[in-house]
């Protein structure tokens, strides 16, 4: 597939970008962050111009304390025409819990890695995807749509290198069951523009870049660059958390998600069109981090905090 | 001018980096770092493979304390075949001093943007270049190398945009005054992949990527990014700092300098060589934000942190 010449992006194109801040950001905080917190998080991130926002994950409390009151923050969404709240869920019991809660969107989690998916989902790839054969069977006869995603598309911390072919496999089974959209991980960060270069151009040629969203950590600080190689790919769709929310359990102390703000900064400078108000983003990014007792891990929040200040 | 398809570099070429944490990182840096402690970073750099290191400025030492021991840095500096140590000289006098220490490669600064111009250099851009003449000429009768860096070429912090043409326009006279090399610098670091190409396109119109070396800050965490497009633009010289030292001064708290280790990590990744030790680089950023009381501020040093700790 060839690459765009990025002096050729004149025209105005529209990026989704889901911010999985409340969900992927928060999960792993140790110290418990208040339901309304989180309530305002998500409020403040609407106010900005976000559509897509992951609010929570039903799993075991035990596995993930901080999702513990997932259904406390699902009853109390926002009424937002047009914003859709995916919530991540496990299994069939996960997806009922969620169901009852009141949830309208879900999200199921593969991986890519076999060692990966036995260490962090206790089942082999294959078995994962039956085990979502019923979730997803229940969700189209609720009329809920489904996300899937598939981790470790580049590497993986148990085996390293993944082959671009593996995580071809898991997309497309996930897109046969019926996700409308595969969100491929680089959970490691260690991906460069030439191995996803080398991973999209194998999944793009089973699936449609429509259906496909970028997810890139930033541990290496390769995220943006990998974006941008994504951008050239075709793909519109793009995970994020806002201030970089989420660390990295395989690197304490590196950063993980790609921050939400450096995101919008790039696409503002490609002259693609978010519909994300980048001021009030950096003010969100600053309140979560206060909230959290420290910094935002952005280089856009961090740059641009005079301005944000005196937007909040 | 087309853009490369990444997943097409697959034969190794070699890409330069300059080193520029010595001067342009540690200029600014209010507390003292004692002159054995740049020696020890100068020889800790050479080990980690590096070839072009920045060593020091002949400026006035009311304007950068930090230099007051430029002349002691390079009378120090080790024999080491085959590596070149540019100082920066702001005028003749400082070229005379950096002569007389034993400097063997300089290196002048000028400015894409007039305003910017006036107030850090003092005078107009025709000017500042004029001013350079005599050090050209001085530098060449004693068979000295004369490196030249343009500021701002995407953007000024006092007039915004800065058009494409006025950076090559003052590349070209820097080129034609006799500098080997001309280092475009995003001084604020508020450059997109976008921006960048537009910029180098203009630049390469009129001179060769050979003669020019890519110098982004990371300010808005978009470095990488631009480098990964001047990279498919045909640059192979990248300035670079370790451990990212040197903040930016228009946005306290920011970053400044792309890290050297981050660009090391890219085109690892990319399958260029530099031949720069990742590992012993990522010790020596440790290194160096231990004797500054900070960590270092590249997500790879961090990431790796274990690694470079064990490589000490």
């Known amino acids: 597939m060839d690459t765009m010449n990025t002096s050729q992006t004149d025209l105005p194109q529209h990026v989704r970008v889901v911010e999985v801040g409340p969900r992927d950001g928060l999960q792993n905080e140790p110290q418990w962050v208040s339901t309304a917190t989180k309530l305002t998080l998500i409020e403040r991130l609407i106010n900005c111009g976000i559509r897509d926002i992951e609010a929570t994950a039903f799993v075991s409390p035990k596995r993930a304390p901080q999702m513990a009151d997932a259904a406390e923050v699902v009853h109390a969404l926002p009424a937002a025409p047009g914003v859709h709240f995916p919530v991540l869920v496990p299994n069939l019991r996960g997806f009922e819990t969620a169901l009852a809660a009141g949830a309208r969107e879900v999200a199921v989690f593969a991986a890519a890695s076999e060692s990966f998916s036995q260490r962090h989902v206790s089942c082999s790839i294959a078995e994962s995807v039956e085990r979502f054969r019923p979730v997803l069977q229940a969700a189209h006869a609720n009329d809920i749509r489904v996300r899937g995603y598939v981790s470790c598309v580049v590497s993986c911390p148990y085996q390293g290198d993944v082959a671009p072919q593996a995580v071809t496999r898991v997309a497309c089974e996930l897109a046969d069951l019926g996700c409308y959209e595969i969100s491929l991980g680089d959970t490691l960060g260690a991906g460069t523009p030439a191995s996803v270069a080398r991973m999209l151009e194998a999944v793009l040629r089973e699936l449609p870049a429509s259906r496909i969203a970028g997810h890139f950590h930033d541990t290496y600080g390769m995220a943006i660059a990998n974006i941008q190689c994504a951008l050239e790919f075709g793909l519109r769709n793009f995970d994020a958390s806002v201030a970089g929310l989420g660390g990295c359990p395989y690197a304490p102390g590196a950063s993980g998600n790609v921050a939400t703000e450096d995101v919008v900064y790039l696409l503002n400078g490609l ?27 952005s280089k856009v929040a961090r740059a641009l905090k005079a301005r944000s200040f005196s937007n909040r």
């Open 271 to 297: 002259g693609y069109e978010c519909g994300i108000n980048l001021d009030k983003l950096v003010a969100t990014a600053w309140f979560i981090a206060g909230e959290l007792g420290r910094e935002p891990a």
